[in-house]
């Protein structure tokens, strides 16, 4: 899918992020596929970007072939 910011080396996810990808697993690959909690990671690099989220899918069920039409061929060939 297309993705939030992209120059960040965070790790901090947001609620609302961690909810959607869970509920996608879920409702995807079903309820074996989910992990009972979330993983969190703490950053290793020094000065990272922590005030921005981590690099994620805006929405995983918007792939680059359902924004055919939408987007533009170049935009298309960046996230393909």
């Known amino acids: 899918?297309?993705?939030t910011y992209m120059r960040t080396d965070s790790t901090h996810l947001s609620k609302?992020?961690?909810g959607m990808v869970r509920d996608h697993i879920r409702n995807e690959y079903g309820d074996r596929y989910l992990p009972e909690k979330p993983n969190f990671y703490a950053t290793k690099a020094a000065g990272a970007q922590?005030?921005?989220e981590a690099i994620?899918?805006?929405d995983p069920a918007r792939t680059p072939a359902s924004l055919k039409g939408k987007l533009s061929?170049?935009?298309l060939r960046l996230y393909d």
Do not use: V
Request: charged residues 35%; without cysteine; glycine residues 6%.
């Open 1 to 3: 899918g297309l993705i």
């Open 50 to 52: 922590e005030a921005h």
């Open 16 to 18: 609302d992020a961690i």
């Open 56 to 58: 994620r899918p805006t």
């Open 73 to 75: 061929e170049d935009q």
